[in-house]
């Protein structure tokens, strides 16, 4: 391959001389190895392709045979990075990442070169080997050059480079083993494709800024009519040479996470391939920054290199940010711009991140100085926030030294507004996740596609069996349907939507008290909302509360935080205690269904609460006062960092486990709210929050905002021919609310939480109920 078309300034990836020594067209390290020149030498190679029968191999009685699986002795096989900035003469760096897979670890992970010799092998080896480890590759690339037969019938590229892959295997030994090079940048160590592709960058990002010089190495001009010599240090260098020279001085005292190779400061000029002045001055330039960098030499204005780490974060800025899938930054990312804003679409329910500090001796957490370097972060619908601190966690005390925020809007389900002709279309379950296996999942002709003559009856219990309904041109496309009139709809009847006037006439006099996590607060705040027709304050209580200035100060609500999962088990209440303060703080309280008791969460609640209720009711006089028990809920089932994910056959055994929970919630006389059955269908259409888990959410509402009858823009009637249903993108209004506040401070907003929520005030206030 010839480069004598390239022009003296331009650099390219790639020398020939290197490509021929490695490459598996020319039979790679197994052809490498087996060479006539290096009959003698006692290279540490051992190709793990070449077969057993040869038997330059054996590297040693003790030495494991050659396989692709790790063999039992080994204890690491590593990925190392090789810069090779000029072949004649040598000269080369090493990149301090690397990468490492063992038996104990098959996924392959990054870490820094000599932070993985300081653990395999302790401090005081640890700098032997690291030595071993750069004279063993300096070794085989010295050799390879050597022997390459073609070098001198190429055309030579003066700022050409070469990214190398060398495999060794560290063993027992000090002294490693080569088993592969590559003439490429591979990280087929690594199993994750986020990892090798935010490696991959970081190398090459690495390597673009470690070779660009900021002004041009030298503007003199080739060919001078001196004969082509120019004396340096008493040598005489053409001007290719004095190139290369002034390349290798600004390379070793960049900053940089690439280390010398080669020449080192152990380097005789007589190991160095090309002629002898240049080599001379080569190791001498080496041996001069080597002594700086060791403190011999000192000079202020010269930094540790990059790769270094340690020491205070006196650069606390982010080099990169990282995302899977690719995040369209806007503004686009500079170190200096702290906030981002990123849009994804529908179907994006996760993103995966990683920041790069600038420095090495910061650190970077995310959302908390104690938060995980990179994580998955579910993505709910409309904004969600993502923090990442850059830290200096020099001292004792980490310190926020920086923050940068990204707020990603993740879309709605993108809806084709019906004006003609539709098909009505049912789904109970997705089918990305498919809980019911022997159930259709997705879109299927719906059962009801005329309007009924007669309005059904309303529903005996809120857990009536189900589907979500939606119109359609095809129910075989989901792009084609109105997602904006999706309603639930109970088979054989509907749940009644109770108007604001009537709701408050329900209420009069009677105590609302509920016990739960978050997914049951946010029932409560529909209540709230609904009942008030605003949401005068709001909190995420974690403990217990009673609010008794609702409904004009003829309800009371109440509201227990359960499980305390942030304390530690001994010092959580139990479910018992917790029970017995709520009802406690709530007292005076009627035997009657004048007091309700709504208990639920999203996926802590078994049949063992049921019975404990029934238990303290009857000890507190309280047995027949009206008790709603608001099932399991989908959450907990993307893989997100820091809290439990489950997989698909742990949500399956959930939807079991709900069935038992109606069962014995029916068993005990309670009015029962299927919300799994619910949530199951639509699982993708959570809000904020690590557990995916959340269908509400309560946003600050101005005076100009939103009112309590017009909270949403889409229509609140069902379309023509749904049927009776409730609509999870809908609010009630009523003519009678007109005189009612026009505004709220805070609104509950999520379609979801507002069907089940609606279903459960039909349960208080039946039309039936005197």
Not at 537 to 550: K, N, S
Not at 656 to 670: D, L, P, T
Request: with cysteine; aromatic share 6%.
């Amino acid at each position: 391959m010839s480069l004598s078309h390239l022009h003296h300034h331009q650099r390219v990836n790639l020398m020939p001389e290197l490509r021929e020594a490695f490459s598996d067209a020319g039979g790679g390290l197994c052809n490498f190895y087996t060479r006539p020149q290096l009959t003698e030498s006692e290279l540490p190679i051992r190709p793990h392709s070449c077969g057993l029968t040869n038997e330059k191999l054996q590297v040693g009685t003790d030495s494991p045979p050659p396989a692709r699986a790790p063999p039992p002795a080994l204890v690491a096989m590593v990925n190392l990075y090789v810069l090779v900035t000029s072949v004649k003469p040598l000269t080369s760096f090493l990149h301090d990442v690397s990468v490492v897979k063992t038996s104990q670890e098959p996924r392959g992970r990054v870490t820094k070169l000599r932070k993985l010799l300081l653990q395999q092998l302790g401090p005081v080896t640890s700098h032997e080997a690291l030595q071993q480890v750069k004279k063993v590759i300096g070794d085989v690339l010295t050799v390879a050059v050597s022997t390459n037969q073609k070098q001198e019938a190429l055309s030579r590229c003066v700022l050409c480079y070469q990214l190398l892959t060398f495999t060794l295997l560290l063993g027992g030994s000090v002294t490693p083993v080569v088993v592969q090079v590559d003439p490429d940048l591979t990280l087929w160590s690594l199993s994750d494709p986020f990892d090798r592709q935010i490696t991959r960058d970081l190398i090459l990002e690495d390597t673009l800024y470690f070779l660009l010089p900021s002004t041009p190495l030298w503007s003199g001009r080739r060919g001078r009519q001196d004969g082509g010599c120019r004396a340096t240090g008493g040598v005489c260098l053409s001007d290719d040479d004095f190139l290369i020279l002034l390349q290798f001085q600004r390379l070793m005292k960049t900053s940089s996470p690439f280390l010398p190779l080669h020449p080192g400061v152990s380097s005789s000029s007589s190991s160095s391939s090309g002629p002898r002045g240049i080599s001379d001055l080569l190791v001498g330039i080496a041996r001069f920054y080597e002594r700086r960098r060791s403190g011999v030499t000192t000079n202020e204005t010269e930094r540790a290199p990059a790769g270094a780490g340690g020491g205070p974060c006196v650069d606390p800025h982010l080099r990169q940010i990282y995302t899977a899938p690719p995040l369209t930054l806007t503004p686009p990312f500079s170190p200096w711009v702290k906030q981002y804003h990123a849009e994804v679409t529908f179907d994006t329910v996760t993103v995966r991140i990683r920041p790069e500090p600038a420095s090495p001796a910061c650190r970077v957490h995310l959302d908390e100085q104690g938060g995980p370097r990179m994580a998955n972060y579910p993505v709910g619908l409309g904004n969600s926030r993502i923090s990442i601190l850059v830290t200096d966690g020099a001292g004792l005390e980490p310190v926020v030294m920086a923050t940068y925020t990204i707020q990603v809007f993740r879309e709605s389900r993108p809806s084709l507004p019906m004006f003609g002709d539709h098909m009505m279309c049912g789904f109970v379950q997705d089918c990305g996740l498919q809980v019911q296996p022997d159930t259709p999942c997705g879109l299927q002709p719906s059962r009801v596609q005329t309007p009924p003559q007669t309005s059904p009856q309303a529903c005996s219990s809120g857990h009536a069996p189900g589907q979500w309904v939606v119109p359609c041109l095809s129910c075989s496309d989901n792009r084609t349907c109105d997602w904006r009139a999706v309603a639930w709809q109970p088979e054989g009847c509907s749940h009644p939507v109770v108007g604001r006037l009537q709701l408050q006439d329900c209420l009069r006099d009677r105590k609302v008290l509920f016990i739960g996590d978050s997914t049951n607060r946010g029932m409560m705040y529909f209540l709230l909302e609904r009942v008030n027709a605003s949401l005068e304050a709001w909190g995420r209580a974690h403990d217990t509360r009673v609010y008794q200035g609702l409904n004009g100060g003829r309800t009371l609500v109440g509201f227990s935080y359960y499980p305390q999962f942030w304390l530690d088990r001994k010092s959580r209440p139990t479910f018992r205690e917790a029970l017995l303060q709520l009802l406690h703080r709530s007292r005076p309280l009627a035997n009657s269904n004048q007091t309700v008791l709504v208990v639920g969460g999203v996926q802590w609640l078994n049949t063992d609460h049921l019975r404990t209720v029934s238990e303290v009711l009857s000890s507190e006089s309280l047995g027949d006062i009206l008790v709603v028990v608001k099932s399991l809920g989908m959450g907990f089932h993307l893989p997100v960092d820091g809290v439990r994910s489950l997989s698909l056959t742990e949500v399956q055994d959930l939807y079991r486990e709900n069935h038992q929970i109606v069962s014995a919630a029916k068993h005990h006389g309670y009015e029962v709210i299927d919300t799994f059955s619910i949530t199951m269908g639509r699982h993708k259409e959570f809000l904020q929050g690590r557990c995916a888990c959340h269908f509400h959410e309560v946003e600050k509402v101005g005076s100009a905002g939103l009112s309590h009858g017009t909270r949403s823009t889409t229509n609140r009637t069902a379309p023509p021919s749904a049927g009776p249903a409730l609509h999870s993108q809908s609010s009630v209004l009523d003519t009678e609310q007109e005189a009612g506040p026009k505004s709220s401070s805070y609104h509950v907003r999520g379609p979801v939480n507002e069907v089940y929520s609606e279903i459960l005030l039909s349960r208080l206030c039946p039309r039936t109920r005197g």
